[in-house]
């Protein structure tokens, strides 16, 4: 029924962390690898838009180089990809973009294409261990995509690219707003491409009896994706805040089908709609964090109704949507000593599959889910260099899953792990053990 648990226990694994050296003009960039960060709550690999050594043309190649993560294509840039973490499947990765999870009961695997670059964004790759507060975790690892901050320095960026097979693209990041402030990050994010290519038509051959040349048609895609998130200070001291984040995006991809078997009229249209809002305030010792998210996404397959189907089912045309929304309190603090933080926090999301009009088979039947979960995250540091960190993190969760037949179960879940880090000299020493737990998808369930 998709429930897994894994326990495992990582003793004495040496990370060694080498400082950059400056590149020079005789430098090639592609032979310096940089490792940054550390974290006693989990092992994390960061992935910067400026720091990457080649040209990034889409969401998938800026998480690809990272330690521990594999993507699979089918097709170029641009084309469905998948991400696992450590050999653990794609449906066992969750995704959040902008602290909003994008990945879910109804679509427990992100096709990584869908997500949309801009100047200025960076991607987090949790192995294993994901920080409890960051929301349910899984069994492979978190992918966290932050867009560009509206508190970063002020900037103008414009990046803009042509290629084969008709390719086009077009990122923009525009920050701006006085320093103590409201600030605002707006970013646009554009491609297109025709992927089409001559080839030896084995049917057309087979007749023939002799080399048929064909064009591949309907391999093509076009996506746009805009962003705003507006930043404002609190209070008269400035020990509050508000951050206010939109995302709109849409994208249209052609289907070819493979060479024996064309699927010269299939096309898959996709949308998002993604609002985050998050209030911080200085609370006491501590930060009082309200969060609240919302999210929805379509799904349109269209094919010729007389044209052969090898997609969904056997439909010619289909229309889903996936509508989720959420919220959390959290309290952050350091009690006593700047060497200790701990952070609690309780959320709680719902989710909903709503098939729409299916032509040529059958809707398969909607599915509702409710998650509550209690999360903490605890870390110190020890020793008067503050070498040694000790880390403990823990959530407990409870799913709700019904259909409109009318089944339904709940399962309660606790998961959670420790981690120690020790630095000696240039090397760090770190170990950590846990239990990891993910809920079955709808398709897995029922």
Do not use: C
């Amino acid at each position: 029924m998709g429930r897994s648990a894994k326990l495992g226990a990582r003793l004495l694994t040496l990370a060694l962390a080498l400082a950059p050296r400056a590149a020079s003009a005789d430098d090639d960039p592609a032979d310096d690898v940089v490792v940054r960060g550390r974290s006693a709550g989990g092992f994390v690999s960061r992935g910067r838009l400026e720091d990457a050594p080649r040209e990034i043309t889409d969401a998938a190649s800026l998480i690809e180089p990272l330690p521990g993560v594999h993507v699979r294509r089918l097709g170029a840039d641009d084309s469905f990809a998948t991400l696992s973490v450590r050999g653990t499947s794609s449906s066992q990765v969750a995704v959040f973009l902008a602290g909003v999870p994008l990945s879910g009961g109804a679509d427990p695997t992100l096709d990584l294409a869908t997500l949309p670059l801009w100047p200025g964004a960076q991607a987090r790759v949790y192995r294993s261990f994901a920080p409890a507060a960051l929301g349910r975790g899984s069994l492979g690892g978190t992918l966290v995509l932050d867009p560009p901050s509206p508190r970063a320095p002020r900037s103008t960026e414009v990046w803009a690219g042509i290629g084969s097979f008709g390719q086009r693209r077009l990122r923009l990041g525009d920050i701006r707003g006085e320093a103590s402030g409201l600030r605002v990050a707006t970013g646009l994010s554009a491609s297109r491409s025709d992927d089409d290519f001559d080839y030896v038509d084995p049917n057309a051959t087979a007749r023939a009896g002799a080399d048929v040349f064909t064009t591949r048609r309907n391999a093509g895609h076009a996506a746009a994706s805009g962003l705003v998130s507006i930043a404002m200070p609190l209070g008269r001291d400035g020990d509050g805040a508000v951050t206010v984040t939109a995302l709109a995006q849409g994208r249209r991809q052609e289907l070819p089908g493979g060479i024996r078997s064309p699927t010269p009229f299939q096309q898959l249209d996709s949308s998002r709609l993604v609002s985050a809002f998050e209030l911080s305030r200085r609370v006491g010792a501590g930060t009082l964090g309200v969060r609240g998210w919302g999210r929805r996404e379509g799904l349109a397959l269209r094919d010729a109704i007389d044209a052969p189907v090898v997609n969904v089912g056997g439909a010619s045309r289909t229309d889903d949507a996936i509508v989720a929304a959420g919220a959390s309190l959290g309290w952050k603090a350091r009690p006593g000593t700047d060497r200790s933080s701990v952070e609690i926090r309780l959320d709680g999301s719902g989710e909903r599959y709503a098939p729409g009009t299916w032509e040529g088979a059958v809707a398969p039947s909607s599915a509702r889910r409710t998650n509550g979960g209690l999360a903490l995250d605890a870390e110190t540091r020890l020793l008067a260099s503050r070498a040694l960190v000790l880390a403990a993190s823990g959530r407990a969760d409870t799913w709700h899953d019904t259909t409109d037949g009318g089944e339904g179960r709940t399962v309660a879940r606790p998961t959670g792990h420790v981690g120690a880090e020790l630095a000696v000299g240039p090397a760090v020493l770190a170990t950590h053990a846990g239990l990891l737990a993910r809920p079955a998808s709808f398709v897995e369930r029922f």
